[in-house]
């Protein structure tokens, strides 16, 4: 058994009870080939909950000061996390992710970049973009539905592909595809 599945079994175990996760729209994430999944971003717990849900292994982008902790940062490691340092473009990340789809893998962005602590929508950033228009993946808006704090379930819902071929036609910006996937996870949120 890889660590990866490893540790996905024991974060189940632990997260799926205790916030009453119900993953939904498991079926419009393909089998195989490369995938990036956006998602809002409202918790620490984004990563995991999104992580246990899908039925495929994701590698996660996450800030570097995650890593100063020896331990965490090993485990991040161990679980597929790529090393992104904010604040300015980070090659080697980009790099990194996008080897990530050409090896048909799955890549997990949270393109606000940074946790919404009202829970609205914040702006995307171009990252999320970046990728999609420099790979030949397939895009899943994700929304994680609910609260935390709630006794209510916390859902974790994965919308149908982006149509990316219209925007690539159109030579679509970075930004304008982080915009339109953004869109896509609002509308999402706002059904549900």
């Known amino acids: 058994m890889s660590f990866y599945r490893f540790a996905k079994t024991v974060v189940k175990l632990v997260l799926k009870p205790k916030y009453k996760v119900i993953g939904k729209g498991l079926e419009n994430i393909p ?3 490369p995938v990036i999944i956006c998602s ?8 995991p909950i999104v992580g246990i849900t899908c039925p495929r292994p994701i590698h996660f982008m996450a800030k570097e000061e995650l890593f100063k902790n020896k331990i965490f940062g090993f485990i991040l490691k161990k679980v597929n996390t790529i090393v992104l340092k904010r604040g300015a473009s980070d090659r080697t990340a980009l790099k990194k992710g996008l080897e990530v789809l050409k090896d048909g893998n799955v890549l997990g962005l949270f393109p606000e970049g940074t946790r919404s602590k009202t829970g609205e929508l914040k702006k995307g950033l171009a990252g999320a973009g970046f990728f999609a228009l420099r790979s030949k993946a397939t895009v899943i808006p994700c929304a994680i539905v609910g609260n935390y704090q709630s ?3 916390l859902m974790v819902i994965f919308g149908k592909p982006v149509e990316m071929d219209i ?3 159109n030579k679509a910006s970075a930004q304008k595809v982080t915009d339109t996937i953004m869109n896509e996870i609002k509308m999402i949120k706002e059904n549900h």
């Open 151 to 153: 006794k209510e379930p």
């Open 31 to 33: 089998k195989e080939g």
């Open 167 to 169: 925007l690539r036609e």
């Open 40 to 47: 809002n971003h409202i918790s620490n717990y984004d990563p």
